[in-house]
């Protein structure tokens, strides 16, 4: 008994220092490396396949001067208007979407574009309480070793903008027929818009819904731009 304790100890042991070391390991990797594949994309393609339908995934790197600085702007504007600010979580947000919630008022996230990040580059979809610990413990990494630019950079390039869409590159071509670079103000804040449910609304073909919130993402945007201003972002 004594044994397969000591045994059982030391398998959680060598579970937990690698575990840690490899979260680290990558963090730091992906702090460089461009992340040309995320959990999701995998299993959105295994999904595709179960269904038997024709395998999806349009996606390409691009850095982040080579994305329009106004769709920096919409996202924060949509997704995190205090990205600057917090360290990876915005509890201000956090309370109002509990105050929210409890009223039985339409359900609201409060994830920031760090925890939005760990998520996509580490983690999977499907929300639990023990991802939610895992994620986390990831956007506490992430903010802890990289900048603010880089989280910006990844997120933007892994973001799920689209059913089998990646990224902003492959949003501006399929989607708009340009490029990231030369995304138009009103194009950004409608792939913004669709962020919280890119599978639902369509930046190409944008609803009523969709065309109200990129007025109100458009009319936010100044107040962004002057925050990136303020903090020299990605100068």
Same mark, same amino acid.
């Given at each position: 008994m004594k044994n397969a304790l000591r045994?059982?100890?030391?398998?959680? &042991?060598?579970? &937990?220092?690698?575990?840690?070391?490899?979260?680290?390991?990558?963090? &730091?990797?992906?702090?460089?490396? !461009?992340?040309?594949?995320? @959990?999701?994309?995998?299993?959105?393609?295994?999904?595709?396949?179960?269904?038997?339908? @024709?395998?999806? &995934?349009?996606?390409?790197?691009? !850095?982040? /001067?080579?994305?329009? @600085?106004?769709?920096?702007?919409?996202?924060?504007?949509? #997704? /995190?208007?205090?990205?600057? #600010?917090?360290?990876?979580? /915005?509890?201000d947000a956090i309370k109002q979407a509990a105050r929210e919630n409890s009223k039985g008022k339409r359900r609201r996230g409060a994830s920031t574009i760090s925890q939005q990040t760990a998520k996509n580059v580490f983690l999977w979809p499907t929300s639990s309480w023990v991802r939610k610990g895992f994620e986390a413990y990831f956007t506490l990494l992430i903010e802890l070793l990289w900048s603010k630019e880089r989280i910006m950079e990844v997120y933007l390039n892994t973001i799920e903008m689209g059913d089998g869409i990646y990224g902003a590159q492959a949003v501006a071509e399929l989607h708009f027929g340009t490029t990231a670079q030369k995304l138009t103000k009103g194009q950004c804040a409608l792939i913004a818009a669709s962020l919280p449910n890119p599978l639902k609304f369509d930046s190409s073909n944008p609803s009523p819904y969709l065309r109200k919130r990129k007025r109100q993402i458009i009319r936010q945007m100044p107040y962004i731009r002057s925050l990136l201003e303020k903090d020299e972002f990605n100068e």
């Open positions: 045994i059982f100890k030391k398998i959680v &042991l060598w579970g &937990l220092i690698a575990f840690f070391g490899s979260s680290i390991f990558f963090t &730091l990797l992906y702090k460089w490396v !461009p992340v040309y594949v995320s @959990p999701l994309m995998v299993i959105r393609c295994v999904q595709q396949s179960g269904r038997n339908e @024709p395998t999806r &995934l349009h996606h390409q790197w691009v !850095p982040l /001067d080579s994305i329009s @600085p106004h769709l920096v702007e919409a996202v924060m504007a949509s #997704e /995190d208007q205090r990205f600057l #600010e917090h360290s990876g979580f /915005d509890f």
